[in-house]
């Protein structure tokens, strides 16, 4: 089964949420770029690229090729798009290609050559994490890098909670489940590489969250968590058995919540490396 078939990527792609992506995308690249490291002239393989700014950032980083794959068509002309109005010609070092993550469009002699293999916020959105990351193991030289970073959706925190938060973001979770896909995975990172043959090398969290009172990225978080449910809205109603009355007012506590001097955001995702023996 492709990636696309097998994927539950429950936000769509439409331009608002390719908008927000972009967004988020600019809040947490750095953190993980600086987690990923690369010493310089790292060949690497994006898994799920997206808009393909951690692949740029890469390159800026000083990986001497990156290779991204990315079944949403829509994305990729985004990416594109991005690429053209930020950094024209752009090298062809910055591979874009389109295809599934359980089958990369991956020349034969391609195989067993990169250094690094990635993907982020992949795992999250497919039904069978393992035969990706085997996949990432695979596509590494004996020695080469297989870095994988998603989310542990109980691991989100408000404070103070917005009334009836809770059982929106059980029904969002359930979201996934109901798709076959796991919003969890993000503590599985390390059993996964070990299933897939790979030796440990560690784990860490990366911290995405904020307060009211600490300025910075507080605020584009927050809108982007009510951004992630107003635009899951009709999923996450369907799966919870919540009436549009009751989702809407959430809605509305959340954005009450805003505005709270203490409001607060506890967050962070899983992060893991194994190295291909």
Do not use: K
């Not at 950032?57 to 990156?66: E, K, Y």
């Not at 990369?104 to 393992?130: K, M, N, Q, S, Y």
């Not at 695979?138 to 020695?143: D, E, N």
């Amino acid at each position: 089964m492709s990636a696309r078939d097998d994927a539950g990527y429950v936000h769509g792609t439409a331009p608002v949420e390719q908008d927000r992506l972009a967004r988020l995308n600019d809040l947490l690249n750095a953190r993980s770029l600086d987690a990923l490291a690369l010493e310089g002239g790292e060949r690497v393989l994006d898994l799920g690229a997206g808009l393909g700014q951690m692949a740029r950032g890469m390159l800026a980083r000083g990986a001497s090729r990156v290779v991204g794959i990315e079944r949403s068509t829509a994305q990729i002309e985004r990416a594109r798009a991005l690429v053209e109005r930020d950094r024209p010609g752009w090298p062809d070092a910055f591979d874009l290609r389109a295809g599934d993550s359980l089958s990369p469009p991956l020349a034969a002699d391609e195989w067993g050559t990169f250094d690094v293999a990635h993907a982020r916020f992949l795992l999250e959105h497919v039904t069978d994490p393992l035969a990706v990351v085997r996949i990432m193991a695979r596509a590494v030289r004996p020695g080469g890098r297989i870095v994988v970073e998603d989310d542990d959706h109980a691991v989100l925190r408000l404070w103070p909670e917005p009334p009836g938060f809770a059982r929106v973001w059980a029904a969002y979770e359930q979201t996934y489940v109901q798709l076959g896909c796991d919003p969890w995975v993000g503590r599985r990172l390390v059993a996964l590489l070990h299933e897939a043959g790979a030796r440990n090398v560690r784990n860490r969290w990366l911290w995405f969250g904020g307060c009211a009172d600490g300025g910075g990225e507080f605020e584009a978080l927050a809108v982007n968590l009510a951004e992630i449910l107003r635009g899951a809205g009709d999923a996450i109603r369907a799966a919870g058995g919540l009436d549009r009355a009751l989702f809407d007012g959430v809605l509305a506590e959340l954005e009450r919540w805003r505005a709270h001097p203490d409001a607060t955001i506890w967050y962070a995702a899983s992060w893991a490396e194994g190295v291909r023996e």
